[in-house]
């Protein structure tokens, strides 16, 4: 498994003045560098260390979110009187409730 699967992020850090490269998978592993490009390098050097260090002790290596397969379900818990008005709203819209919750997490805000 390659760490260039992984998901990288760079964002500014302001209180140190530099640029955060960050990865989703390794979330306590960063690299703060001068530059977006320079903190992109350095967190994706510092988890392919990561996983070799994993993979020589015989640790479980988190899969690339990347490489995943995603079903398009899951669970969600919500307050009854939450879940009473999306039914009542899906049937004003003639449409399921699937479907106007998928509508709803889809809706960039």
Known sequence: MKADKYTY?????QEDGEYAGLCV?????????K????????????VSGAVAD????GE???EPLA?????????VRIPPDVHRNLVIEAAEEHISLN?????KLTKQG
């Open 67 to 75: 490489t995943h397969k995603f079903s398009g379900k899951f669970q």
């Open 54 to 57: 994993m993979r020589a002790n």
């Open 35 to 46: 530059t977006p490009e320079a903190a992109l390098r350095g967190v994706r050097k510092v």
């Open 25 to 33: 998978e390794f979330p306590s592993l960063s690299w703060l560098a």
């Open 99 to 103: 479907r106007l919750v998928s509508a």
């Open 9 to 13: 992020k760079v964002t500014w850090v």
């Open 60 to 62: 479980d290596i988190p």
